[in-house]
Protein backbone atom coordinates (compact mmCIF):
# COMPACT_ATOMS: atom_id res chain seq x y z
CA UNK A 1 0.00 0.00 0.00
CA UNK A 2 2.49 2.48 1.00
CA UNK A 3 4.23 1.25 -2.21
CA UNK A 4 1.20 2.52 -4.49
CA UNK A 5 1.55 5.79 -2.30
CA UNK A 6 5.35 6.27 -3.22
CA UNK A 7 4.26 5.39 -6.87
CA UNK A 8 1.69 7.65 -7.19
CA UNK A 9 3.50 10.41 -5.37
CA UNK A 10 6.21 9.99 -7.58
CA UNK A 11 4.55 10.10 -10.59
CA UNK A 12 3.00 13.23 -9.89
CA UNK A 13 5.78 14.74 -9.06
CA UNK A 14 7.06 13.53 -12.09
CA UNK A 15 3.82 14.92 -13.98
CA UNK A 16 4.70 18.72 -12.77
CA UNK A 17 8.32 18.20 -13.88
CA UNK A 18 7.42 17.41 -17.31
CA UNK A 19 4.37 19.64 -17.66
CA UNK A 20 7.00 22.57 -16.59
CA UNK A 21 9.26 21.13 -19.39
CA UNK A 22 7.55 20.99 -22.08
CA UNK A 23 5.62 24.61 -21.42
CA UNK A 24 9.18 26.29 -21.57
CA UNK A 25 10.39 24.31 -24.51
CA UNK A 26 7.65 24.70 -26.64
CA UNK A 27 8.22 28.20 -27.61
CA UNK A 28 12.06 27.84 -28.04
CA UNK A 29 11.40 24.56 -30.39
CA UNK A 30 8.47 24.95 -32.45
CA UNK A 31 9.67 24.50 -36.03
CA UNK A 32 6.63 25.99 -37.62
CA UNK A 33 6.92 29.45 -36.46
CA UNK A 34 6.42 33.06 -38.20
CA UNK A 35 10.02 32.91 -38.79
CA UNK A 36 10.57 29.62 -39.86
CA UNK A 37 7.40 30.40 -42.57
CA UNK A 38 8.55 33.65 -43.69
CA UNK A 39 12.23 31.72 -44.92
CA UNK A 40 11.04 29.26 -46.66
CA UNK A 41 9.76 32.54 -49.28
CA UNK A 42 12.61 34.68 -49.32
CA UNK A 43 16.13 35.70 -47.76
CA UNK A 44 16.62 38.14 -45.88
CA UNK A 45 15.45 41.49 -45.97
CA UNK A 46 13.61 40.77 -48.97
CA UNK A 47 9.43 41.81 -48.43
CA UNK A 48 7.19 38.72 -48.26
CA UNK A 49 3.53 39.47 -49.41
CA UNK A 50 0.58 38.44 -46.48
CA UNK A 51 -2.64 37.88 -47.03
CA UNK A 52 -5.94 37.22 -45.15
CA UNK A 53 -6.12 33.78 -44.61
CA UNK A 54 -7.57 32.02 -47.58
CA UNK A 55 -4.83 33.07 -49.48
CA UNK A 56 -1.53 31.14 -49.65
CA UNK A 57 0.11 33.59 -47.23
CA UNK A 58 3.09 32.06 -44.64
CA UNK A 59 1.85 34.20 -41.72
CA UNK A 60 -2.29 34.14 -41.90
CA UNK A 61 -3.66 37.88 -41.26
CA UNK A 62 -7.23 37.43 -40.48
CA UNK A 63 -8.65 40.77 -41.71
CA UNK A 64 -10.05 40.32 -44.96
CA UNK A 65 -9.71 44.55 -45.47
CA UNK A 66 -5.65 44.07 -44.62
CA UNK A 67 -3.41 43.64 -47.07
CA UNK A 68 0.70 43.18 -45.46
CA UNK A 69 4.23 42.44 -46.36
CA UNK A 70 6.64 41.55 -43.98
CA UNK A 71 10.32 40.93 -44.16
CA UNK A 72 13.08 39.06 -41.78
CA UNK A 73 16.30 40.82 -40.43
CA UNK A 74 19.44 39.61 -38.72
CA UNK A 75 21.45 42.55 -37.13
CA UNK A 76 24.46 40.60 -36.48
CA UNK A 77 24.33 39.38 -40.67
CA UNK A 78 23.83 42.96 -42.12
CA UNK A 79 24.26 45.83 -39.73
CA UNK A 80 21.70 48.39 -39.22
CA UNK A 81 18.09 48.15 -40.65
CA UNK A 82 16.15 50.79 -42.02
CA UNK A 83 12.47 50.33 -43.26
CA UNK A 84 10.95 52.53 -45.58
CA UNK A 85 7.32 52.76 -47.62
CA UNK A 86 5.44 55.36 -49.61
CA UNK A 87 2.10 56.59 -48.79
CA UNK A 88 -1.19 56.07 -49.83
CA UNK A 89 -3.52 53.88 -48.05
CA UNK A 90 -6.17 55.68 -45.61
CA UNK A 91 -4.17 53.37 -42.47
CA UNK A 92 -1.16 51.78 -42.53
CA UNK A 93 0.69 50.18 -39.42
CA UNK A 94 3.81 48.70 -38.54
CA UNK A 95 5.26 45.99 -35.78
CA UNK A 96 8.60 44.50 -34.79
CA UNK A 97 8.97 41.07 -33.88
CA UNK A 98 11.74 39.47 -32.40
CA UNK A 99 12.76 36.13 -33.68
CA UNK A 100 9.88 34.14 -31.54
CA UNK A 101 7.23 36.17 -32.72
CA UNK A 102 6.66 38.02 -29.79
CA UNK A 103 6.27 42.06 -30.42
CA UNK A 104 8.36 44.66 -29.46
CA UNK A 105 7.29 47.93 -31.39
CA UNK A 106 4.93 48.81 -33.14
CA UNK A 107 3.67 52.19 -34.71
CA UNK A 108 0.52 53.69 -37.30
CA UNK A 109 0.78 56.74 -39.90
CA UNK A 110 -0.72 58.81 -36.97
CA UNK A 111 2.25 57.82 -34.38
CA UNK A 112 4.90 59.17 -36.64
CA UNK A 113 6.31 62.27 -38.26
CA UNK A 114 5.43 63.43 -41.61
CA UNK A 115 2.96 60.53 -41.88
CA UNK A 116 5.57 58.52 -43.46
CA UNK A 117 7.23 54.94 -42.79
CA UNK A 118 10.90 55.49 -41.73
CA UNK A 119 11.88 53.23 -38.74
CA UNK A 120 15.67 52.31 -38.01
CA UNK A 121 16.22 48.46 -36.03
CA UNK A 122 19.75 48.32 -33.73
CA UNK A 123 21.39 46.33 -31.39
CA UNK A 124 22.45 48.69 -28.12
CA UNK A 125 26.12 48.35 -29.79
CA UNK A 126 24.99 49.22 -33.00
CA UNK A 127 23.27 51.93 -31.42
CA UNK A 128 26.08 53.63 -29.83
CA UNK A 129 28.18 53.66 -33.13
CA UNK A 130 25.06 55.24 -35.05
CA UNK A 131 25.11 58.29 -32.30
CA UNK A 132 28.90 58.85 -32.82
CA UNK A 133 27.92 58.94 -36.80
CA UNK A 134 24.74 59.38 -37.91
CA UNK A 135 24.39 58.46 -41.53
CA UNK A 136 21.93 61.31 -43.47
CA UNK A 137 20.06 58.57 -44.57
CA UNK A 138 18.78 57.70 -40.95
CA UNK A 139 18.55 61.74 -40.16
CA UNK A 140 14.63 61.52 -39.84
CA UNK A 141 14.39 57.86 -38.85
CA UNK A 142 12.47 56.39 -35.48
CA UNK A 143 14.78 54.12 -34.05
CA UNK A 144 14.65 50.95 -32.07
CA UNK A 145 17.32 49.21 -30.13
CA UNK A 146 16.35 45.52 -29.88
CA UNK A 147 17.90 42.87 -27.81
CA UNK A 148 17.83 39.81 -30.38
CA UNK A 149 19.46 40.61 -33.51
CA UNK A 150 17.39 38.59 -35.41
CA UNK A 151 13.52 39.65 -36.41
CA UNK A 152 10.53 40.55 -38.69
CA UNK A 153 9.31 43.23 -40.03
CA UNK A 154 5.34 43.33 -40.92
CA UNK A 155 3.57 46.30 -42.71
CA UNK A 156 -0.18 46.27 -42.72
CA UNK A 157 -2.14 48.79 -44.71
CA UNK A 158 -6.41 49.22 -45.01
CA UNK A 159 -8.28 48.40 -48.45
CA UNK A 160 -11.82 49.88 -47.48
CA UNK A 161 -12.95 48.06 -50.49
CA UNK A 162 -11.52 46.46 -53.84
CA UNK A 163 -10.93 50.09 -55.83
CA UNK A 164 -8.15 50.37 -52.94
CA UNK A 165 -6.69 47.40 -54.38
CA UNK A 166 -3.69 50.18 -56.90
CA UNK A 167 -3.66 51.47 -53.55
CA UNK A 168 -2.22 49.64 -51.38
CA UNK A 169 -0.47 47.38 -54.01
CA UNK A 170 1.92 49.81 -54.98
CA UNK A 171 2.19 51.07 -51.09
CA UNK A 172 3.10 47.29 -49.96
CA UNK A 173 5.52 47.12 -52.97
CA UNK A 174 7.49 50.43 -51.98
CA UNK A 175 7.68 48.67 -48.76
CA UNK A 176 11.46 48.04 -48.61
CA UNK A 177 14.36 46.84 -45.79
CA UNK A 178 17.99 47.88 -46.22
CA UNK A 179 20.73 47.46 -44.85
CA UNK A 180 22.47 50.49 -43.31
CA UNK A 181 26.40 50.31 -41.94
CA UNK A 182 27.69 50.17 -39.16
CA UNK B 1 12.53 -7.62 -8.58
CA UNK B 2 10.00 -7.68 -11.19
CA UNK B 3 7.56 -5.31 -8.75
CA UNK B 4 10.41 -2.52 -8.92
CA UNK B 5 10.73 -2.65 -12.72
CA UNK B 6 6.61 -2.39 -12.72
CA UNK B 7 6.72 0.94 -10.43
CA UNK B 8 9.56 2.34 -11.63
CA UNK B 9 8.21 2.05 -15.12
CA UNK B 10 4.39 3.22 -13.74
CA UNK B 11 6.01 6.15 -12.53
CA UNK B 12 7.28 7.15 -15.98
CA UNK B 13 4.30 6.60 -17.99
CA UNK B 14 2.42 8.77 -15.19
CA UNK B 15 4.81 12.01 -15.53
CA UNK B 16 4.82 11.92 -19.15
CA UNK B 17 1.33 11.06 -19.88
CA UNK B 18 0.41 13.28 -17.15
CA UNK B 19 2.71 15.83 -18.30
CA UNK B 20 1.88 16.11 -21.98
CA UNK B 21 -1.74 15.63 -20.97
CA UNK B 22 -1.87 18.07 -18.33
CA UNK B 23 -0.09 21.00 -20.62
CA UNK B 24 -2.02 20.07 -23.63
CA UNK B 25 -5.82 20.55 -21.41
CA UNK B 26 -4.31 23.80 -19.66
CA UNK B 27 -3.24 25.34 -23.67
CA UNK B 28 -6.71 24.11 -25.54
CA UNK B 29 -9.23 24.76 -22.91
CA UNK B 30 -7.94 27.89 -20.13
CA UNK B 31 -7.53 30.09 -22.73
CA UNK B 32 -9.91 31.99 -21.00
CA UNK B 33 -7.67 33.06 -17.75
CA UNK B 34 -5.33 35.62 -20.00
CA UNK B 35 -7.88 37.08 -22.67
CA UNK B 36 -10.31 40.54 -21.61
CA UNK B 37 -13.85 38.89 -21.67
CA UNK B 38 -16.48 41.79 -22.37
CA UNK B 39 -19.95 39.85 -23.27
CA UNK B 40 -19.38 37.53 -25.92
CA UNK B 41 -16.29 38.85 -26.91
CA UNK B 42 -12.63 38.04 -25.42
CA UNK B 43 -9.47 39.75 -26.76
CA UNK B 44 -5.81 38.81 -25.80
CA UNK B 45 -3.95 41.83 -25.21
CA UNK B 46 -0.74 40.05 -24.07
CA UNK B 47 -1.02 37.58 -26.81
CA UNK B 48 2.45 38.14 -28.44
CA UNK B 49 4.22 40.17 -25.65
CA UNK B 50 7.48 39.55 -24.29
CA UNK B 51 5.72 39.99 -20.76
CA UNK B 52 2.87 37.38 -21.48
CA UNK B 53 2.53 34.20 -18.87
CA UNK B 54 4.71 31.29 -20.08
CA UNK B 55 1.11 29.48 -21.12
CA UNK B 56 -0.15 32.45 -23.51
CA UNK B 57 3.70 32.13 -24.94
CA UNK B 58 3.26 28.32 -25.33
CA UNK B 59 0.22 28.64 -27.19
CA UNK B 60 0.99 31.35 -29.12
CA UNK B 61 4.03 29.31 -30.62
CA UNK B 62 1.72 26.88 -31.74
CA UNK B 63 0.42 29.18 -33.78
CA UNK B 64 2.51 31.73 -36.89
CA UNK B 65 0.23 34.08 -36.33
CA UNK B 66 2.12 38.16 -35.40
CA UNK B 67 -0.56 39.22 -33.43
CA UNK B 68 -1.61 43.36 -33.54
CA UNK B 69 0.67 45.38 -31.18
CA UNK B 70 -0.18 48.18 -29.02
CA UNK B 71 -0.07 51.02 -31.65
CA UNK B 72 -2.21 49.05 -34.25
CA UNK B 73 -4.98 47.37 -32.95
CA UNK B 74 -7.02 44.73 -30.60
CA UNK B 75 -8.70 41.79 -32.12
CA UNK B 76 -12.23 40.81 -30.24
CA UNK B 77 -13.63 37.01 -31.30
CA UNK B 78 -16.88 35.82 -30.46
CA UNK B 79 -17.62 32.44 -30.61
CA UNK B 80 -21.35 32.59 -28.56
CA UNK B 81 -24.09 35.26 -28.68
CA UNK B 82 -25.14 37.51 -26.03
CA UNK B 83 -27.07 34.64 -24.45
CA UNK B 84 -24.20 31.88 -24.20
CA UNK B 85 -25.15 29.91 -26.91
CA UNK B 86 -22.80 28.73 -29.63
CA UNK B 87 -22.63 30.98 -33.12
CA UNK B 88 -23.91 28.66 -36.01
CA UNK B 89 -23.03 29.79 -40.12
CA UNK B 90 -26.48 28.31 -41.03
CA UNK B 91 -28.32 30.90 -38.36
CA UNK B 92 -29.14 34.79 -38.43
CA UNK B 93 -27.37 37.32 -35.87
CA UNK B 94 -27.92 40.83 -34.63
CA UNK B 95 -25.58 42.83 -33.58
CA UNK B 96 -26.25 46.03 -32.25
CA UNK B 97 -24.59 48.53 -29.93
CA UNK B 98 -21.58 51.31 -29.75
CA UNK B 99 -17.93 50.76 -30.60
CA UNK B 100 -15.43 51.85 -28.47
CA UNK B 101 -12.87 54.91 -29.45
CA UNK B 102 -11.26 53.78 -31.93
CA UNK B 103 -10.20 55.06 -35.59
CA UNK B 104 -12.12 52.67 -37.50
CA UNK B 105 -13.05 48.74 -36.74
CA UNK B 106 -13.46 45.97 -38.95
CA UNK B 107 -15.91 42.90 -38.54
CA UNK B 108 -15.63 39.45 -40.23
CA UNK B 109 -16.59 36.21 -39.55
CA UNK B 110 -13.39 33.93 -38.62
CA UNK B 111 -12.29 32.11 -41.87
CA UNK B 112 -10.88 29.55 -39.70
CA UNK B 113 -14.74 28.47 -38.21
CA UNK B 114 -16.93 25.98 -39.62
CA UNK B 115 -16.51 25.67 -42.93
CA UNK B 116 -16.73 29.21 -45.32
CA UNK B 117 -18.60 29.78 -48.30
CA UNK B 118 -16.69 30.52 -51.51
CA UNK B 119 -15.14 34.00 -51.75
CA UNK B 120 -16.66 36.25 -54.13
CA UNK B 121 -14.07 38.46 -55.79
CA UNK B 122 -15.75 42.21 -55.67
CA UNK B 123 -16.96 41.44 -52.31
CA UNK B 124 -14.80 40.87 -49.47
CA UNK B 125 -16.23 39.13 -46.68
CA UNK B 126 -17.01 41.68 -43.97
CA UNK B 127 -17.93 45.10 -43.21
CA UNK B 128 -15.87 47.85 -41.46
CA UNK B 129 -16.93 51.57 -39.45
CA UNK B 130 -16.70 53.69 -42.76
CA UNK B 131 -19.04 51.44 -44.93
CA UNK B 132 -22.05 51.05 -42.29
CA UNK B 133 -25.21 53.38 -41.28
CA UNK B 134 -25.75 54.24 -37.79
CA UNK B 135 -28.51 55.61 -36.02
CA UNK B 136 -28.60 58.94 -34.68
CA UNK B 137 -27.14 58.52 -31.73
CA UNK B 138 -24.10 56.77 -33.28
CA UNK B 139 -25.05 52.97 -32.67
CA UNK B 140 -25.24 50.94 -35.19
CA UNK B 141 -27.05 47.57 -35.79
CA UNK B 142 -25.85 44.99 -38.18
CA UNK B 143 -27.36 41.60 -39.38
CA UNK B 144 -25.05 38.91 -39.89
CA UNK B 145 -26.65 36.49 -41.97
CA UNK B 146 -26.53 33.93 -45.07
CA UNK B 147 -29.15 35.82 -46.74
CA UNK B 148 -29.67 39.11 -48.28
CA UNK B 149 -30.75 41.48 -45.61
CA UNK B 150 -31.74 45.71 -45.32
CA UNK B 151 -29.23 47.50 -43.57
CA UNK B 152 -25.99 46.67 -42.84
CA UNK B 153 -25.75 43.27 -43.83
CA UNK B 154 -22.68 40.62 -42.34
CA UNK B 155 -22.53 38.10 -45.13
CA UNK B 156 -21.93 34.71 -43.11
CA UNK B 157 -23.19 31.51 -44.53
CA UNK B 158 -21.06 27.89 -44.97
CA UNK B 159 -21.20 25.42 -42.54
CA UNK B 160 -20.74 25.00 -38.93
CA UNK B 161 -19.54 26.74 -36.20
CA UNK B 162 -19.46 30.60 -36.49
CA UNK B 163 -16.95 32.57 -34.96
CA UNK B 164 -17.16 36.96 -35.69
CA UNK B 165 -13.92 38.71 -35.02
CA UNK B 166 -14.16 42.69 -34.66
CA UNK B 167 -11.17 44.53 -34.46
CA UNK B 168 -10.09 47.93 -33.27
CA UNK B 169 -7.78 49.68 -34.76
CA UNK B 170 -5.36 52.33 -33.47
CA UNK B 171 -7.40 52.62 -30.56
CA UNK B 172 -4.33 52.61 -27.59
CA UNK B 173 -6.51 53.38 -25.13
CA UNK B 174 -8.52 50.04 -25.32
CA UNK B 175 -6.12 47.95 -23.62
CA UNK B 176 -5.84 49.65 -20.23
CA UNK B 177 -9.26 50.31 -19.88
CA UNK B 178 -11.48 48.36 -17.43
CA UNK B 179 -13.27 45.52 -18.57
CA UNK B 180 -16.28 46.42 -16.94
CA UNK B 181 -16.11 50.44 -18.96
CA UNK B 182 -15.90 49.06 -22.14
CA UNK B 183 -18.80 48.35 -24.60
CA UNK B 184 -18.98 46.25 -27.23
CA UNK B 185 -22.06 45.59 -29.31
CA UNK B 186 -24.37 42.69 -27.99
CA UNK B 187 -25.16 39.68 -30.65
CA UNK B 188 -29.04 37.76 -30.68
CA UNK B 189 -29.56 35.36 -32.53
CA UNK B 190 -32.12 36.32 -35.19
CA UNK B 191 -33.66 32.93 -35.79
CA UNK B 192 -32.06 29.67 -37.93
CA UNK B 193 -32.65 28.47 -40.95
Known amino acids: ?182 | MMRLVLSVALVFVLSIGGGAATVRYALDHLAALEGLTIGPWIAFPDRGSPDADPYSKARFSRKAELPLGPSEGLAFVAGVDSAGAALRRDCSYRIEGKAPAARFWTLHPSAESGTPPEPQAMRWPGLHSMQILRREDDSFEVTASPRPHPGNWLVTGGEGPLSLVFTLYDAPTIRNLDAARVDLPLIYRAGCE
Open chain 1, 1 to 182: MTRAFHVFLLGLLGAAIVHLAILVLLPVLSERDAWARLAARGDLLRPVRLGPTETDSPVPLDDPFLGGAACRFDLHDHGVLHVTAGSGPPFWSVSIHDRRGYNLASFNDRTVVGGRLDVAVATSAQMADLRRDLPDALARSIFVEVDDPQGIVILRALRPDPTWEPVVETFLASFACRARLP
